[in-house]
């Protein structure tokens, strides 16, 4: 099988669009707020409250997910497109301007940056780190979750596309 043949079948997969977040302490005088576009989300356990997010290995993401306990979801809401989208860049040095003219709120037990207008927040700590071929799946507790009243319904991904429902 090739590689052209595995990514059109998966393409078929429709999947939800999630930002994850995380405060870097480390990056500058007062830290830097790093995001990520992924649609390799899911939950894992209510009981615990797990969530796995797949990051690509060596990315910035990964790299800051391996000393950097604390992150966040947002699950993003179908007029947030353009969020995926600005997130969803590869090989950036700085996520400073991304954040700039973004409505964030800070997350009560990570520091990291929740979207609002999102459908949904979770608020995570990383319990395991499994390598999985050129990706990592990064397995959290959830600490916090909500759900506001957020309207429209959820941004997908389907055939290389952002998608809505309806």
Not at 34 to 51: K, R
Not at 131 to 152: K, N, Y
Request: glycine fraction near 10%.
């Amino acid at each position: 099988m090739s590689e052209d043949e595995f990514r059109a079948a998966l393409s078929r997969f429709t999947a939800g669009v999630v930002l994850v977040t995380a405060h870097d302490p480390e990056e500058g005088p007062r830290g830097e707020d790093v995001g990520m576009t992924a649609t390799a989300f899911m939950s894992v356990s209510l009981d615990p409250p797990l969530v796995m997010v797949s990051v690509r290995n060596g990315s910035r993401m990964d790299e800051l997910l391996e000393r950097q306990p604390h992150w966040a979801v947002s699950v993003l809401s179908d007029g947030q497109r353009h969020i995926a989208g600005r997130f969803a860049m590869k090989g950036r040095i700085s996520d400073r301007l991304l954040f700039e003219d973004m409505s964030v709120v800070r997350g009560e037990h990570t520091g990291a940056p929740l979207a609002v207008g999102a459908l949904a927040t979770l608020e995570c700590r990383t319990e395991q780190r499994v390598t999985a071929g050129d990706h990592t799946l990064v397995v959290a507790r959830v600490l916090a979750a909500a759900a506001p009243a957020a309207e429209g319904g959820p941004l997908t991904y389907f055939r290389g596309r952002y998608r809505t429902l309806g």
